[in-house]
């Protein structure tokens, strides 16, 4: 799956397995869900949604199976000097 970066205060990335119908969503908070059973008509429309946040409340939440998949890897703050042992 290739993740698609979207516009939205709510979802960053929205990939697609077409022949498994799984839609992977990360959210801007950083957590990353796998949906399963997710018709190719519904994630073709999150994408055209005006509000993908919006969308996925109405539409997704609480009506697909789902799996919490992953964190995108913890950075140093800004300015963190990383010690080397």
């Known amino acids: 799956m290739r993740a698609i970066p979207v516009e939205s ?3 960053s990335t929205v990939a697609y397995d077409v022949a498994g119908e799984r839609l992977q969503l990360e959210f801007c908070r950083g957590a990353i869900y796998e949906y399963l059973d997710v018709p190719d008509a519904v994630h ?5 949604a005006p509000s993908k946040g919006a969308f996925f409340n109405q539409t997704i939440r609480g009506r697909f199976p789902y799996r919490r998949v992953g964190t995108p890897q913890a950075t140093a703050p800004k300015g963190a000097v990383e010690r080397q042992r």
Do not use: A, G, K, Y
């Open 9 to 11: 205060t709510t979802i």
């Open 44 to 48: 073709q429309s999150l994408l055209r």
